[in-house]
């Protein structure tokens, strides 16, 4: 079991930036695969990046590629979303989610566990 914990939403202007972290618990952390995925009011969830295990392949949607970065610290058992020039089509609930092994994916189906999310909401 990998419960996810994630933090760092807010409220920011157009053009500015934030850092989001989801904490995992498990002492295994390294052998996930992670990804952020969010989902706007009426919309569904999206993928935005993901990360493998090692922290050495990322994968982004082609929307957020240039403005987002995924990383981890896997002593820290955290993974990290640093979107910097926000735009107000970003606002959104952003979630991550772990798969056991393999590469980074884009497929929502694919990840096993799930955090409660974080809002992040972005000013025009």
């Known amino acids: 079991q990998v419960q996810l914990v994630e933090s760092g939403g807010g409220l920011v202007q157009a053009g500015g930036s934030l850092r989001l972290s989801c904490a995992a618990s498990?002492?295994?952390?390294?052998?996930?695969?992670m990804g952020w995925f969010r989902q706007a009011p009426g919309k569904e969830r999206e993928f935005v990046a993901a990360?493998?295990?090692?922290?050495?392949?990322?994968y982004y949607a082609d929307s957020m590629k240039g403005r987002f970065t995924v990383s981890r610290d896997n002593a820290k058992n955290t993974v990290y979303l640093q979107m910097n020039s926000l735009k107000p089509e970003d606002t959104a609930v952003y979630s991550c989610?772990?798969?056991?092994?393999?590469?980074?994916?884009?497929?929502?189906?694919?990840?096993?566990?799930w955090g409660q999310g974080t809002q992040v909401t972005v000013s025009s």
């Open positions: 498990g002492r295994t952390f390294s052998s996930y695969a």
């Open positions: 989610a772990a798969v056991y092994g393999g590469p980074p994916r884009r497929s929502l189906r694919d990840y096993n566990y």
């Open positions: 990360v493998s295990g090692s922290g050495i392949y990322t």
